[in-house]
């Protein structure tokens, strides 16, 4: 399978190893990948690609702290509303515990995420919920609905 076109992803996560399996498999399925190991990584790349951009994945939490990712979510609307642009659509992963996990798609939402995906995931959701993300995001330029995956 290969995404229907050109996309490019920005993936935030500060094991070094799931970005690599992440990052791989994306672009296995023809994504453009970038990478960023902190949220003020993930800052700069974002500013500099903005308007490349298709999808944001990240982690919540990071080597910097709990809930960075879904700072970073807050951070990226933020960023929307003052330069304008289309909404992108943005996946969290969460390593957390089956208990946390409503707690995590109530903020995930009230911040502007789009998909809230457990670790460990398969290849196969991390790449659908993607691809529909995309896809739902160059139909509508307004916003995409929350969804939980």
Do not use: C
Not at 38 to 51: F, Q
Not at 106 to 133: C, N
């Amino acid at each position: 399978m290969h995404n229907p076109s050109p996309a490019t992803i920005l993936l935030i996560d500060d094991d070094k190893a799931v970005r690599k399996a992440v990052r791989d498999m994306y672009e296995e399925y023809g994504f453009t990948v970038l990478e960023a190991e902190t949220p003020e990584a993930a800052k700069a790349l974002y500013k500099e690609n903005r308007h490349a951009l298709s999808l944001i994945v990240t982690d919540n939490d990071s080597a910097g702290g709990q809930d960075k990712g879904l700072e970073f979510i807050r951070f990226v609307r933020g960023e929307e509303r003052q330069h304008g642009g289309a909404r992108l659509p943005i996946i969290l992963l969460t390593g957390v515990g089956s208990g946390r996990i409503h707690e995590l798609t109530v903020l995930m939402e009230e911040a502007g995420g789009e998909a809230l995906i457990a670790k460990p995931s398969s290849s196969e959701q991390l790449y659908t919920t993607a691809k529909t993300l995309i896809e739902a995001s160059r139909k509508s330029e307004n916003s995409v609905a929350p969804q939980r995956w």
